[in-house]
């Protein structure tokens, strides 16, 4: 089995195996006991409840440790998110998200914040790369200089930074067969993360970012201006169903990587992408209305499809052994 890459795709794979290839994460040695870092799990999990409920839902299917390790790398990511994203008068975010880093690498501080204890002890255990998380910071920062994005091959970095990476070290989390898997959930980060950008057109735009490429904006005689006053047309209705058919490709073409998971991890990731999936479906049933509504999916619709998922994901396990 292997992914057909070219263009962006190849240059965001090297991306992966570079980071692959640096440092594994060193044992760290810091003092604590099974109570504070059980209370440091408890944390990772209360926030990923509060803010995902989708992963939070997707995780509960993994083993005990490695549900413990996927929500301590959300809470990480949530952290790094929260530096640049919740800004407060007088805080210097670039500052802030030099001293996290540093917290991170450092055993005596990591044992001091709850999140970090956590991340620590699960990069430590599942032997995540360093460079992945940094690649991950080093992206997030991106939203503090840059706020708009000329082609589709830039946002593609951008997406690999902040989602690509949260995919790699899940793979390690979850546990894989080889590096083979490494293509597979490079593709699953980008659709994730476009799926996003999709979603929240209207609330990044408040926020004064547009994350939608300005070269395909203007093929489809569309301008910020459009973007500013939220019109849906044929124009824009011809855009998104672009943009939708695109991110499902890579949702598809990302799909066989599921067999390469070790087998306890497979209906996981496979809740985790198909449920957000769903996202594109709902944003379609609205006439791609993302300006004055935030597409979603309840509750209820993802449990009446995690059989579905179950089986698709025993399918994708099939066809990849044979």
Not at 55 to 66: E, I, P, Q, V, W
Not at 142 to 157: G, I, P, Q
Not at 273 to 283: F, Q, T
Request: hydrophobic share 40%.
């Amino acid at each position: 089995m292997a992914v057909q890459a070219q263009g962006w795709e190849r240059r965001l794979i090297d991306f992966a195996y570079e980071a692959l290839e640096g440092q594994i994460a060193a044992a760290l040695h810091f003092t604590n006991d099974d109570r504070s870092l059980a209370a440091a799990y408890k944390t990772c999990e209360q926030l990923t409840k509060s803010h995902s409920r989708t992963f939070h839902m997707a995780s509960g299917f993994l083993t005990r440790d490695k549900r413990r390790g996927a929500r301590a790398l959300y809470a990480f990511c949530r952290v790094c998110d929260n530096i640049v994203d919740v800004r407060t008068e007088g805080n210097d975010p670039r500052a802030d998200l030099a001293r996290w880093r540093d917290q991170l690498l450092d055993p005596n501080q990591a044992s001091g914040d709850p999140v970090a204890l956590a991340w620590a002890d699960t990069r430590t255990r599942y032997r995540i790369p360093w460079r992945y998380a940094e690649q991950l910071i080093e992206g997030v920062a991106r939203d503090l200089e840059t706020v708009r994005y000329e082609t589709f091959d830039e946002l593609a970095d951008y997406c690999y930074g902040v989602a690509s990476t949260v995919g790699l070290m899940a793979m390690h989390i979850v546990g894989f067969e080889d590096t083979r898997a490494i293509p597979f959930a490079v593709k699953l980060g980008v659709a994730l993360q476009l799926t996003n950008i999709l979603r929240d057109v209207g609330e990044d735009w408040r926020a004064g970012r547009l994350y939608l490429p300005q070269e395909e904006l203007a093929e489809f005689g569309l301008s910020e201006a459009d973007i500013a006053t939220g019109q849906i047309d044929d124009r824009w209705r011809a855009f998104m169903r672009f943009q939708i058919e695109r991110t499902r490709e890579l949702f598809s073409e990302a799909m066989p990587g599921i067999a390469l998971l070790n087998p306890d991890g497979r209906f996981a990731i496979a809740a985790s992408a198909e449920l957000y999936r769903r996202i594109l479906d709902d944003i379609e049933v609205h006439d791609y209305d993302v300006f004055s509504r935030r597409a979603h999916i309840t509750t209820w619709a993802k449990v009446r499809r995690l059989p579905g998922i179950w089986r698709l994901s025993k399918q994708v396990t099939q066809e990849g052994d044979g």
